[in-house]
C-alpha cells in the first residue's frame, strides 16, 4: 500500500507519483535553467474539473506553438490529472501539467536534441484575491513596465517568462496596490499576473485586449457568458486612459473567476463600488460549474 502522505498535495513526476512536498526537477533541465518550458492551470470545484478539455486544448496548442512533446496524448494527460487530484483527496484543487525543454546529450547545446519531461501536481486551490478583495473589489496599478512583447514570445503559448509580471507586481504592490496590468509599449493595457482585463464603458459594453495577451480559458468563458445574457463585448486594443475612465473594471483568470477592480491607479472606477455587469458575471461564472457541459466530476 502506498504509506505517502498527499494531503499537501500530489505531484507526478517522470512516471511517478509522490507527495507535493517530494517532488522536484534535475537541476539542469532547461525548464529551469532557461524558463524553457510550457503549462497550464485548471481546477477543480466541488470536485469537478471546469472546461478540462478547453484546458487540455490550449495545453496541446502551446506545446505545438514552442516545439515541445508532452510524450501523452491529451486523455493520458487527463488521467495523470485526475490521479494526482484523487491522491490528494482535495475538492478544490488547482492542477498544473507542464512539458519543459528537458535536456540534450552532455555537450550539445541542440534544442531538437533534448528529451521533453511532462510533470504534473494537484494543490489546494489558489485565489489570485483575498476574499476581501473579492468583495470590495481590488486596486490595480496601471505598470509602467512593458509586456514582453509578443513578437518576442509568443503570449498564446502559457509561458515562464514572467520576470516583467513579477517586476510589475513588486512596484505595485510597494506604492499599496493590490495588483497590476501591463502595458504594451503603445499606451494599451495588456494583461497581469495570472489574469486577462475587461473594463465597461456607460453603455453597458464590455472590452477585452485582442492582442499580446494569453487567451485566458476564463477569459473566453466571459466571452461566451456575455454572449449568453445579450452583454455587447469588443476584443480590441484597450487603451490605459480608457481603463482609467471605464464604468467598471473586472480581471479574469482561473485563480477565481471574474475579479472585481474598484480603483485603478487611486482613483474609484464608476462610483467606487463592485458594479451590475461585474456582478451577474461573477454569478454566471459560478453557476456554470454546475453545467455538464464544462464539468468533468473526478473519480475519488
Ligand atoms: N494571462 C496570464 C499571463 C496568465 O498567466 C493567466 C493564467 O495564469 C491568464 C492570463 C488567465 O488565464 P486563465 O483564465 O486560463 O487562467
Redesign the pocket.
Do not use: M, Q
Given at each position: 500500500m502506498d504509506q505517502h502522505d498527499y494531503s499537501q498535495g500530489a505531484a507526478y513526476v517522470r512516471g511517478q507519483y509522490l507527495p507535493i512536498g517530494q517532488a522536484s526537477i534535475p537541476i539542469t533541465d532547461w525548464g529551469f535553467l532557461r524558463s524553457d518550458a510550457t503549462y497550464?492551470?485548471v481546477?477543480v470545484w466541488d470536485g469537478a474539473f471546469f472546461r478540462l478539455d478547453a484546458?487540455l486544448e490550449?495545453f496541446m496548442a502551446s506545446c505545438r506553438r514552442f516545439r515541445l512533446d508532452a510524450g501523452l496524448s491529451p486523455e493520458a494527460i487527463a488521467q495523470v490529472l485526475e490521479q494526482c487530484v484523487c491522491l490528494s483527496g482535495l475538492r478544490a484543487s488547482y492542477v498544473e501539467m507542464i512539458v519543459t525543454r528537458g535536456q540534450p546529450p552532455w555537450g550539445s547545446r541542440d534544442p531538437r536534441q533534448a528529451v521533453n519531461q511532462f510533470y504534473a501536481f494537484a494543490v489546494p486551490f489558489v485565489w489570485i484575491a483575498s476574499e476581501a478583495q473579492r468583495r470590495q473589489g481590488l486596486h490595480l496599478q496601471v505598470s509602467d513596465v512593458q509586456?514582453i512583447p509578443a513578437a518576442s514570445v509568443d503570449?498564446r503559448a502559457?509561458?515562464y517568462h514572467?520576470n516583467d509580471?513579477t517586476m510589475g507586481l513588486l512596484g505595485a504592490l510597494d506604492a499599496g496596490f493590490d495588483t497590476v496590468v501591463l502595458s504594451d509599449g503603445a499606451g494599451n493595457v495588456v494583461?497581469?499576473?495570472?489574469?486577462?482585463v475587461f473594463c465597461v464603458d456607460a453603455q453597458g459594453r464590455i472590452a477585452t485586449p485582442a492582442e499580446g495577451?494569453?487567451?485566458?480559458?476564463?477569459?473566453?468563458?466571459v466571452i461566451e457568458m456575455a454572449a449568453a445574457l445579450g452583454l455587447p463585448l469588443a476584443q480590441r486594443a484597450l487603451p490605459a486612459a480608457e481603463l482609467r475612465g471605464a464604468r467598471e473594471v473586472f480581471l479574469?483568470?482561473?485563480?477565481g473567476g471574474v475579479l472585481p477592480v474598484t480603483r485603478v491607479d487611486g482613483a474609484p472606477v464608476g462610483d467606487g463600488q463592485v458594479g451590475p455587469v461585474t456582478r451577474r458575471l461573477v454569478d454566471t461564472y459560478w453557476a456554470w460549474h454546475g453545467d455538464a457541459r464544462y464539468s468533468t466530476p473526478v473519480r475519488y
Open positions: 497550464d492551470v481546477t484546458h490550449r509586456r503570449p502559457k509561458n514572467w509580471l494583461e497581469g499576473p495570472g489574469f486577462n495577451v494569453l487567451e485566458g480559458i476564463t477569459r473566453r468563458t479574469s483568470t482561473s485563480g
